[in-house]
């Protein structure tokens, strides 16, 4: 009986939070509240924003430029989507859905990178909730079974492994070969392409060629491009603008049900990924800080969110790609261990506070100093 009285106390109480966010509609002014009124030392913000402006990214603006130059070290490398030369600093503060802070143009279309996984990862939560996928524990063979995952170590591969990158897949897309993207910092690059790949869940690689294995599998899963998947499930629903743009590699085509599709790529390692601003990136974190639902319709299962921000037995700071700040290599000192957040090349950030119904979202941060720049931000709070 305590149990069941826990549980609805816990429904309650969630539902009091829902009502009290504020949800911005398509096309209406964004409500503002002055940082005071919001709990917030407006000092402490002002500090922040000014951080965010002086710790711009010191790469080159023109982002093929940068692309080439962070990737030099991988054979191979080249540009194979679009790119897009960037803006300067902009960012947003949210606390409750209401804005508290934005500087620079947070209307301008830019690249986001590594940030596109975490909106890859969430086609894949749909997948799960529409029923297309029974279990992410599944074989990803079992779906896709056009030879991406042939062979006695790559038909072993399930969607949670894909998810959390520590597949070890194996093999070469779209003109990309899994060894030489993001090949070990020490020793000949090309030695990777005959080591023994590692056992599927029991080492994260960070690895773009395997994600986009993952965006085509799910291509073929939901038999249809996945920008208009996420445009159909969640970007119309919250109200996003008609300026992202979600661009995979200029021959990564595949054909499904006799039409030629798309496989998008999840991020702007050789170019391509989403584009899109940083209005739309904050309404994409305000979604999943109320556990995804947005102004009363459920849009994503909280299940999914469950098990997206779960770290992965490899790495304790990722999730279904999403960062966590557990305690672990990648945690951030001086900040709460519950938040999670999107990260990409350039200093591109979607970070959701759930302790302090806040998120921030900040472009072309210097990224090292993401970790200064959010625990500078959580002195803002009077707790």
């Not at 069941?4 to 969630?14: D, E, K, M, T």
């Not at 629903?237 to 992202?244: F, L, Q, R, V």
Request: net charge positive; no cysteine.
């Amino acid at each position: 009986m305590k149990y069941y009285l826990l549980l609805l106390l816990s429904v309650f109480s969630a539902l009091s939070h829902s009502q009290d966010m504020y949800f911005p509609a398509r096309g209406v002014q964004w409500e503002q509240v002055n940082p005071k009124d919001a709990d917030l030392n407006p000092e402490v913000i002002q500090q922040v924003i000014a951080f965010a402006k002086a710790n711009e990214y010191s790469g080159s603006k023109d982002l093929r430029v940068a692309i080439l130059e962070g990737f030099k070290r991988e054979p191979y490398h080249q540009i194979l989507g679009p790119t897009k030369k960037r803006g300067g600093p902009a960012g947003m503060i949210l606390k409750d859905g209401k804005i508290v802070a934005q500087w620079g143009d947070t209307q301008r279309v830019d690249m986001t990178f590594s940030v596109t996984k975490s909106f890859l990862a969430t086609t894949a939560g749909l997948a799960l909730d529409h029923k297309l996928i029974t279990s992410f524990k599944d074989r990803a063979s079992s779906y896709v079974w056009d030879g991406t995952f042939d062979g006695r170590h790559n038909s072993s591969i399930q969607w949670h492994h894909l998810l959390q990158q520590n597949s070890a897949w194996q093999g070469s897309l779209f003109g990309g070969k899994d060894w030489a993207d993001r090949p070990p910092s020490e020793g000949d690059v090309d030695d990777w392409q005959y080591t023994t790949p590692n056992t599927p869940g029991s080492v994260m690689e960070y690895n773009d060629v395997r994600v986009n294995v993952l965006a085509y599998a799910l291509t073929h899963t939901w038999r249809q491009p996945l920008p208009q998947v996420l445009k159909k499930h969640i970007m119309d629903p919250i109200g996003a603008s008609t300026t992202w743009r979600w661009f995979g590699y200029k021959d990564a085509w595949t054909v499904i049900d006799g039409i030629k599709m798309k496989s998008v790529t999840g991020g702007g390692h050789s170019g391509a990924g989403i584009f899109i601003n940083t209005q739309d990136m904050a309404r994409f974190g305000l979604l999943y800080l109320n556990d995804g639902v947005w102004d009363g319709q459920r849009l994503l299962s909280s299940t999914w969110i469950t098990q997206a921000t779960t770290p992965s037995n490899p790495n304790p700071n990722y999730g279904y790609m999403w960062w966590l700040n557990n305690k672990g290599p990648r945690h951030w000192e001086g900040v709460d261990t519950s938040v999670y957040y999107a990260a990409g090349f350039g200093g591109n950030f979607i970070v959701v506070d759930k302790k302090h119904r806040m998120v921030v979202v900040t472009r072309w941060l210097e990224p090292s100093q993401i970790g200064r720049f959010m625990a500078q931000s959580q002195k803002a709070f009077n707790d």
